[in-house]
T-cell receptor, first 113, second 112 residues
Framework: EAGVTQSPTHLIKTRGQQATLRCSPI?????VYWYQQALGLGLQFLLW???????NRGNFPPRFSGRQFPNYSSELNVNALELEDSALYLC????????????FGSGTRLTVV | DAKTTQPNSMESNEEEPVHLPCNHS???????IHWYRQLPSQGPEYVIH???SNVNNRMASLAIAEDRKSSTLILHRATLRDAAVYYC?????????????FGTGTRLTIIP
């Protein structure tokens, strides 16, 4: 069974540009979660999508947005990139409700220069 | 958000059992206790979860206190590959608030 896949693995952008990160969940999982992990810090919850709808949002500015497609894959968009957006962005998927646990991908390392 | 408290770091000798403690005194009756671990340069990996009863799987055991205000993750025989940051997390069960809130975790070092 394929795990959660994220692309690209690395991304370098210039301050002010936009970044798009992609996530494909495990087959059968309808919920997708996005987390940000800055270097040396813990995971900060960004967004939760389920059945194509944004269900919950962490304490991040509106320039962090995303969507979930009919096949349950998801995209995270970060507009007007700032240097402090440099981090590992992790995607996780779960069955509805997440009671059986989350499966995480290996992440996208975003570097803003 | 429901909070957990873990020691920042622990050390254990290889091939010995490891007991990783977690306090969650504000836990609600329907909150699940989840444990994840994160190896260097990887995403977190699910380890185990439970509600009230102790749980066992191929990776670890989870011992939950009777009052549910604390729990302990038990690695029965630590190997070098178990060196990671271990996160104890409460999963709130209110629909519409589905997320796992990660704390800073316990960095486990295994001594050969």
């Amino acid at each position: 069974e394929a795990g959660v896949t994220q692309s690209p693995t690395h991304l370098i952008k210039t301050r002010g540009q936009q970044a798009t990160l992609r996530c494909s969940p495990i087959s059968g999982h309808t919920s997708v979660y996005w987390y940000q992990q800055a270097l040396g810090l813990g995971l900060q919850f960004l967004l939760w999508y389920d059945e194509g709808e944004e269900r919950n949002r962490g304490n991040f500015p509106p320039r962090f947005s995303g969507r979930q497609f009919p096949n349950y894959s998801s995209e995270l968009n970060v507009n007007a990139l700032e240097l402090e957006d440099s981090a590992l962005y992790l995607c996780a998927s779960s069955l509805p409700g997440g009671s059986k646990g989350y499966t995480f991908g290996s992440g996208t390392r975003l570097t803003v220069v | 958000d429901a909070k957990t408290t873990q020691p920042n770091s622990m050390e254990s000798n290889e091939e010995e059992p490891v007991h990783l403690p977690c306090n969650h005194s504000t836990i609600s009756g329907t909150d699940y206790i989840h444990w994840y671990r994160q190896l260097p340069s990887q995403g977190p990996e699910y380890v185990i979860h439970g509600l009230t009863s102790n749980v066992n799987n191929r990776m670890a055991s989870l011992a939950i206190a009777e009052d549910r205000k604390s729990s302990t993750l038990i690695l029965h025989r630590a190997t070098l590959r178990d060196a990671a940051v271990y996160y104890c997390i409460l999963r709130v069960s209110n629909f519409g608030n589905e997320k796992l809130t990660f704390g800073t975790g316990t960095r486990l070092t295994i001594i050969p």
